[in-house]
């Protein structure tokens, strides 16, 4: 019913900046919270940051100061800018989203991307 599509994933150097884009899509009739979260090879997934349909936004203390979490309401989508990359920022990157239905019968989902690999060396 919905689909979540990642890209911007790819090789950087440490330092550098990537920005990964999320595309929301299907019977949407609005999208609530969204997230970005990350597993590293060997860890359990962790969240990144957070944003609210109204903007508000929540960070992981590791990333603060350094990635920027953005969305367009009108595109149903969400973007992660990261800046000064670190090679712990290495991870798979998912896109997560709480989004309404627009079915007949409202339904509430949580939606997940199927991610996209950000690797960072030094």
């Known amino acids: 019913q919905v689909q979540l599509v990642e890209s911007g994933g790819g090789l950087v150097q440490a330092g550098g900046s990537l920005r990964l884009s999320c595309a929301a899509s299907?019977?949407?009739?609005?999208?609530?919270?969204m997230g970005w979260y990350r597993q590293a090879p060997g860890k359990q997934r962790e969240l990144v940051a957070q944003?609210?349909?109204?903007?508000?936004?929540n960070y992981a203390d590791s990333v603060k100061g350094r990635f920027t979490i953005s969305r367009d309401n009108a595109k149903n989508s969400m973007y992660l800018q990261m800046n000064s990359l670190k090679p712990e920022d290495t991870a798979v990157y998912y896109c997560?989203?709480?989004?309404?239905?627009?079915?007949?019968?409202?339904?509430?989902?949580?939606?997940w991307g199927q991610g996209t690999l950000v690797t960072v060396h030094s």
């Open positions: 997560n989203a709480f989004v309404t239905t627009s079915t007949l019968f409202r339904t509430n989902l949580e939606v």
């Open positions: 944003i609210t349909s109204g903007g508000s936004t």
């Open positions: 299907g019977s949407i009739f609005s999208i609530n919270n």
